[in-house]
């Protein structure tokens, strides 16, 4: 199977996280490259069986920088795709010290949805999706401890 995978990391979480992934495809004999969306054309996105899309959350949606790679690029009608979000982890309110509802965590997490709307437009299927938390209030990180195994879980589910 070959492999696409576009990030758009701004600390670099998302490059390790997209990293780790092509590595494990890579083990299993599949072809996987990955590139920051600065260094591609979304006019001239590669063939390829799968395509996948990282990005980190900027108030609630995915960077500036992804959405409009993917609002231009030329996919192939029916393209397979599977998307990865970066959200800083939920934390108590200083205030409070009170946890967000799941309300408030989902107002904040418009990643994932809003990434899946701009592919199915195009005609894209999504096969899977994940969230990955980096840790602490700010989105610098570093990832939250466990990462490696979402990621390995989520790679069986593409495999």
């Given at each position: 199977?070959?492999?696409?995978?576009?990030?758009?990391?701004?600390?670099?979480?998302?490059?390790?996280?997209?990293?780790?992934?092509?590595?494990?495809?890579?083990?299993?004999?599949?072809?996987?490259?990955?590139?920051?969306?600065?260094?591609?054309?979304?006019k001239d996105v590669p063939s390829a069986d799968l395509y996948v899309f990282c990005a980190p959350t900027r108030l609630g949606k995915?960077?500036?920088?992804?959405?409009?790679?993917?609002?231009?690029?030329?996919?192939?009608?029916?393209?397979?795709?599977?998307?990865?979000?970066?959200?800083?982890?939920?934390?108590?309110?200083?205030?409070?010290?009170?946890?967000?509802?799941?309300?408030?965590?989902?107002?904040?997490?418009?990643?994932?949805?809003t990434m899946d709307a701009l592919l199915k437009e195009k005609g894209a299927v999504k096969v899977a999706e994940l969230k990955v938390?980096?840790?602490?209030?700010?989105?610098?990180?570093?990832?939250?401890?466990?990462?490696?195994?979402?990621?390995?879980?989520?790679?069986?589910?593409?495999?």
């Amino acid at each position: 199977m070959k492999v696409e995978i576009f990030h758009a990391s701004k600390f670099g979480n998302g490059e390790k996280v997209v990293a780790y992934l092509q590595g494990l495809l890579v083990a299993k004999g599949h072809q996987a490259n990955f590139r920051h969306v600065r260094d591609a054309k979304p006019k001239d996105v590669p063939s390829a069986d799968l395509y996948v899309f990282c990005a980190p959350t900027r108030l609630g949606k995915p960077i500036s920088k992804m959405r409009r790679f993917l609002k231009k690029a030329a996919l192939p009608n029916g393209a397979k795709y599977a998307l990865i979000a970066t959200h800083g982890e939920p934390v108590p309110n200083k205030k409070t010290g009170e946890m967000p509802s799941q309300e408030e965590i989902e107002k904040y997490q418009q990643n994932l949805p809003t990434m899946d709307a701009l592919l199915k437009e195009k005609g894209a299927v999504k096969v899977a999706e994940l969230k990955v938390y980096v840790r602490g209030d700010t989105m610098k990180g570093p990832l939250k401890e466990g990462w490696e195994k979402v990621v390995e879980e989520f790679a069986a589910k593409l495999l």
